[in-house]
């Protein structure tokens, strides 16, 4: 029995993450999941307003899974991404294969562990208008190059164990030293994580 079958839905695997991220990205707006979804035993009613795309489909994953229908909806969804490029992965998981998963870090209740909704002072942030007065471009520039110095300091932290495959994200600032954020510790392992290198080479540290 593969992930499309089972109840509860199962967050904790990365295909089952990826599919709620795949799903999220396919059908974007309340509207269209609820054309989807409410052929499927799906009631509109219990469908929190308001969600974002992910949260969205973390819900409706939870009430597919419960009337047995989340098969059925990659089987609609596997139509739809006809030529596109997340057909590989729907197509494994309607074979009960497994299939490669991106690195979007989530919790252990399925959702994402940050807001990735961009407000209007974060748009405004560089002047999206392009009227930024011309004093100020000097200080855009440094402020870009310092954030392309500081850039390769930047870690995904990988960890597989019984539990599943987890990522996350961490600033090198040592030899052997990498900072990680305390939902780290959700990964329930040894403190041990991996920094890949360049080359595929693999550096492991203990984190105490």
Same mark, same amino acid.
């Given at each position: 029995?593969?992930?499309?079958?089972?109840? #509860?839905?199962?967050?904790? @695997?990365?295909?089952? @993450? !990826?599919?709620?991220?795949?799903?999220?990205?396919?059908?974007? %707006? @309340?509207?269209?999941?609820?054309? $989807?979804? !409410?052929?499927?035993?799906?009631?509109? $009613?219990?469908?929190?307003?308001?969600?974002?795309?992910?949260?969205?489909w973390h819900d409706l994953l939870l009430m597919l899974a419960r009337n047995g229908k989340v098969r059925p909806a990659v089987?609609?969804?596997?139509?739809? +991404?006809?030529?596109?490029?997340? +057909?590989?992965?729907?197509?494994?998981?309607?074979?009960?294969? %497994?299939?490669?998963?991106?690195?979007?870090?989530?919790?252990?209740?399925?959702?994402?562990?940050?807001?990735?909704?961009?407000?209007? #002072? !974060?748009?405004?942030?560089?002047?999206?208008?392009?009227?930024?007065?011309?004093? @100020?471009?000097?200080?855009?520039?440094? %402020?870009?190059?310092?954030?392309?110095?500081?850039?390769? +300091?930047?870690?995904?932290?990988?960890?597989?164990?019984?539990?599943?495959?987890?990522?996350?994200?961490?600033?090198?600032?040592g030899k052997d030293l990498i900072l990680t954020n305390q939902r780290a510790r959700r990964f329930r392992?040894?403190?041990?994580?991996?920094?890949?290198?360049?080359?595929?080479?693999? +550096?492991?540290?203990?984190?105490?």
């Open positions: 029995m593969g992930i499309l079958d089972e109840f #509860p839905y199962p967050f904790g @695997q990365p295909m089952a @993450q !990826e599919l709620m991220r795949m799903m999220a990205g396919l059908y974007r %707006t @309340q509207r269209e999941a609820e054309l $989807l979804t !409410e052929p499927l035993g799906v009631d509109p $009613l219990e469908i929190t307003p308001g969600l974002s795309p992910v949260e969205l089987e609609a969804a596997r139509k739809r +991404a006809e030529g596109n490029s997340r +057909a590989p992965f729907l197509d494994a998981l309607l074979a009960d294969k %497994t299939a490669p998963v991106s690195a979007q870090s989530v919790g252990d209740d399925g959702k994402p562990d940050f807001d990735d909704t961009v407000t209007t #002072p !974060e748009a405004l942030l560089f002047f999206d208008d392009l009227t930024m007065p011309v004093g @100020q471009v000097s200080n855009l520039i440094g %402020t870009l190059g310092k954030m392309i110095a500081i850039a390769p +300091a930047i870690c995904l932290l990988r960890v597989r164990n019984v539990f599943g495959e987890f990522y996350g994200t961490g600033f090198r600032i392992v040894r403190r041990r994580c991996e920094r890949e290198k360049p080359g595929g080479h693999a +550096a492991a540290g203990d984190r105490r």
